[in-house]
């Protein structure tokens, strides 16, 4: 019987996770098995975390920064906390992701998805960017479920209405600064780049500007702009 009930629940954790609809960005399934219960969350990057209802727990018990009495930026949280689970690059993974689940019940699930997609394109664009730049690496694997958090923590700081604004001027002449920052690099990179086959190079750097075409389409105010120059600076700063 115990080893019916263990495949009935392996059956419905499979179907769970391959029954993630794309357009949520991250949402938990508690779902009772048996004589188990197993959290389910499913994040916008097609990554899933499952833990038991026990280890959930203990999670939350270890780390109350995840309540978010005091909201440090998801660098400093990481650093902060000395838990062997989160320690290893996986590990850094799964807490930047976990970090991300719980801020955004703090800062509401359906009242900022707008604005929680566009900046999860536009983290994700600067990703792809240097990645394409880098031609690849573990990095940006590791970045893209990492910028999860980076995202959230823009939600939290982001005006949350007209009373909070303090910058509403025009940002088109800054705005295009940035974009042709952008594209100068990627022209001087490919150009200096000598692992680029020359007949290559003219492909890649209209590749590449494709990616710096998204980017400038998806900034449209000053808040997001200046996120997105942070999170840029912020992880891709030896450029």
Not at 59 to 78: A, R
Not at 109 to 131: D, G, H, M, V
Not at 152 to 170: F, H, N, Q, V
Not at 198 to 227: A, E, G
Request: a negative charge.
């Amino acid at each position: 019987m115990k080893l019916v009930l263990k495949i009935f629940q392996v059956c419905i954790v499979i179907l769970l996770l391959l029954g993630c609809q794309n357009g949520g960005f991250a949402k938990a399934i508690a779902t009772p098995l048996a004589t188990d219960s197993l959290i389910v969350l499913h994040f916008q990057t097609n990554d899933s975390l499952v833990y038991s209802r026990e280890d959930f727990d203990t999670i939350l018990s270890n780390h109350p920064e995840f309540l978010f009495e005091e909201t440090f930026d998801p660098t400093l949280s990481y650093h902060l906390q000395r838990d062997m689970e989160f320690s290893s690059e996986a590990g850094h993974d799964n807490y930047c992701m976990l970090y991300s689940y719980f801020l955004m019940q703090v800062n509401g699930e359906q009242k900022y998805a707008t604005q929680r997609k566009t900046l999860f394109q536009l983290f994700s664009k600067i990703n792809e960017l240097f990645a394409l730049i880098e031609q690849g690496g573990t990095y940006f694997g590791h970045q893209h479920k990492r910028l999860l958090a980076e995202v959230e923590y823009a939600i939290y700081l982001m005006p949350k209405d007209k009373s909070e604004l303090r910058k509403t001027y025009a940002i088109d002449k800054q705005k295009q600064l940035y974009i042709q920052g952008l594209r100068q690099l990627v022209a001087d990179e490919t150009a200096n780049n000598n692992g680029i086959e020359p007949q290559w190079k003219l492909s890649q750097i209209k590749r590449l500007n494709k990616v710096i075409d998204d980017i400038n389409q998806l900034i449209t105010d000053n808040f997001s702009l200046k996120r997105t120059q942070y999170f840029q600076s912020n992880y891709y700063g030896y450029y």
